[in-house]
């Protein structure tokens, strides 16, 4: 072995059990005399960068594997502790200045606002404690029940007292719910006679300072008579109480050209939908210039008088979720919800034994001229887009009416 010190050995290409014995001293030996000696093509390869093989490689994998199945079973039955805040609308509250109104103290207190809609559910965590008056025109249930699709009811309730999560417009109003609406498929439907005795329960019964109607029905030009929703409707105005209505939801290229009644009656607030931009919605309804009897609409009373946050706005909803919708309804309830601040703020404008219609009118010229100033109307946008904190500040310092 004496024979073989300095001399290193370098296995053969293509038979790596052969070593040849190569003196280090020769310049080259790898990559030139080697090559030209034993014919190895003396071209020098390029350096590929190889990881090492780890012995826990595999167990690694077979551990995160494991995790994420572990993370999948706990997802599926509903027992994974962590979970992802829903999304909020709180844009629609901030930008029509709603939260200024609540931050100098208003809640609705002592306003009594009453719906017509599916009814409600009380068991989603953020209306827990909520204090519902409830009647039931689908069935004869006496506890609050939702018999909507998506919930519909809950989900405009949500939008006025939910709390924690996010918090509603008007949490301290007394709310009337009157069940309605029933689901008819992908749709909520309700006979005229049904929301039309909804409506006289909310006047009579209830007692209500405001009327939120977060529905509708076509206009019949053919008709000689009037409908007994757009009746009732009427009559609620006539005894002083405000009634807030949705525009409709025909927009676009089927738009009639009309707003849902009884979104027509001239001194109801008739709402329309706008997104977190100010534009109007695309299947927001268009007004019409002349009303049911033929006259021309004058200022302030043009339809629809404005427009309100109403699309992809996050709601309570079925089995303690929160639901995104998009509508004039939602936007009915942000008119409705800012009006029960004004009135808190205003009792005086509140319905009496003797009222009229006198604070009605004061109230809608106060909306569009606070929106309005130069009194110019769309007829999709109406006098412009809710500013709670403006029609607040239109509001007269001295009122009679």
Request: charged share 20%; with cysteine; proline share 5%.
């Amino acid at each position: 072995m004496e024979d073989f010190q300095g001399i290193e050995l370098l296995p053969e290409p293509g038979e790596p059990r052969i070593l040849s014995a190569i003196d280090p001293s020769t310049r080259g030996f790898q990559d030139q005399w080697r090559a030209e000696v034993i014919g190895w093509a003396p071209v020098l390869p390029d350096s590929v960068s190889i990881r090492p093989r780890r012995a826990f490689s595999v167990i690694s994998g077979a551990a995160i594997a494991l995790v994420m199945a572990l993370i999948v079973v706990l997802w599926q039955s509903d027992l994974l502790l962590l979970e992802l805040p829903p999304p909020s609308s709180e844009w629609a509250f901030e930008d029509t200045n709603i939260r200024d109104l609540q931050e100098v103290g208003l809640t609705g207190e002592d306003v009594r606002l009453c719906m017509v809609d599916t009814g409600i559910s009380l068991s989603h965590s953020a209306l827990e404690g909520s204090k519902v008056e409830f009647k039931d025109f689908v069935g004869s249930e006496i506890s609050p029940i939702d018999y909507g699709t998506i919930s519909h009811g809950t989900l405009m309730a949500g939008l006025l007292i939910s709390s924690g999560y996010q918090d509603g417009i008007a949490q301290g109003v007394t709310l009337g719910m009157a069940a309605a609406l029933s689901a008819d498929g992908d749709d909520n439907t309700g006979s005229e006679s049904r929301v039309a005795s909804a409506i006289r329960w909310c006047i009579f019964d209830f007692e209500a300072d405001i009327i939120s109607l977060s529905l509708g029905g076509e206009q019949n030009q053919e008709s000689s008579r009037e409908g007994a929703t757009v009746s009732a409707t009427r009559q609620a105005l006539d005894l002083g109480i405000y009634v807030v209505a949705a525009a409709g939801n025909d927009g676009g290229s089927t738009d009639d050209g009309y707003v849902s009644a009884p979104g027509n009656v001239p001194l109801a607030i008739t709402v329309g939908a706008s997104d977190r931009f100010n534009e109007v919605w695309s299947k927001s309804s268009s007004g019409e210039q002349v009303d049911s009897e033929g006259n021309l609409r004058v200022y302030p009373n043009q339809k629809p008088e404005l427009t309100a946050p109403g699309v992809s706005i996050v709601s309570t909803g079925m089995n303690d979720e929160w639901f995104s919708s998009s509508g004039t309804s939602d936007a009915t309830v942000f008119v409705a919800g800012a009006l029960a601040l004004i009135l808190e703020e205003h009792p005086e404008l509140k319905r009496s034994n003797d009222s009229g219609t006198g604070c009605i009118e004061l109230v809608k010229s106060s909306l569009a001229s606070s929106l309005s100033p130069d009194m110019t109307h769309d007829t999709r946008e109406g006098y412009g887009v809710l500013d709670a904190k403006a029609w607040m500040d239109s509001i007269p310092s001295s009122i009679d009416c």
